[in-house]
């Protein structure tokens, strides 16, 4: 029987903001119109797509999967969405493909005007992300804001655990309210970006990133880059 198991997740001690990976993303409101988008992966473009933005919609949400835009050859990825009546259309900026390191900008239709730099969050934004290894994270931004996240461990069970929003917090670029918070392991955690320029980072001391007392490790190589949106990457099989 195959195993499964997404080492990405496993062995993430860090997530930045202005640096994103299978495990974060960004999401930013949008009014109707047509956007130019770019990506990078540090300094370097790695794809152009287009965002169409509708009035008429249901959605609350287009996704945009950086890492389809970098594998696209010939003529740019179209993201197309509709907004509910005086609502806005959030656009969900992330990386499906185990890459990180990404952000992105978005222009207006002339291609002249930056209206959005997943860099620099500004009020109305959200920074999301799932920490899985246990310990105490610590919170990053701007020069004075500090402050904690604690991970526990999930707690072992016979039924499928299915993950939730464990807690929104919101961040100015100075602070972070609540300044201490508590999720189990495999929970999302939003931040409600309060502020101008503001990016976040969390960390894992090294001291604590290593396997927990009692923890198995794993004697098991992975195949395949581990996948956004799947609980699991796919393994080889390994014998009982």
């Not at 509709?82 to 259309?89: F, I, M, V």
């Amino acid at each position: 029987m195959p195993a499964y198991f997404n080492m990405a997740a496993i062995g993430a001690t860090s997530f930045a903001s202005n640096s994103l990976g299978p495990l974060d993303s960004v999401a930013h409101p949008l009014d109707p119109g047509k956007y130019l988008g770019e990506a990078f992966h540090g300094d370097v473009s790695i794809g152009a797509f287009i965002l169409e933005v509708a009035d008429g919609g249901s959605g609350e949400q287009v996704e945009v999967d950086l890492c389809q835009v970098s594998n696209r050859a010939g003529a740019a990825a179209v993201f197309r969405g509709g907004r509910a009546a005086d609502q806005p259309l959030f656009a969900v900026f992330h990386c499906d493909h185990g890459r990180d390191g990404l952000y992105v900008i978005l222009r207006d239709a002339s291609g002249r005007k930056t209206v959005f730099d997943s860099r620099a969050l500004q009020t109305g934004d959200y920074y999301i992300l799932t920490p899985v290894r246990p310990g105490t994270w610590i919170m990053r931004s701007g020069k004075s804001g500090k402050g904690q996240l604690v991970v526990e461990p999930a707690k072992p069970s016979k039924k499928p655990r299915v993950s939730a929003m464990g807690v929104m917090i919101k961040a100015d670029g100075n602070s972070f309210t609540p300044a201490e918070a508590k999720i189990t392991s495999g929970d999302g955690i939003a931040f409600e970006i309060a502020g101008k320029n503001v990016s976040i980072s969390l960390e894992l001391p090294k001291q604590q990133s290593s396997f927990v007392k009692g923890q198995k490790k794993i004697g098991l190589k992975i195949a395949g880059p581990a996948r956004r949106g799947e609980t699991w990457a796919q393994g080889p099989s390994r014998a009982a």
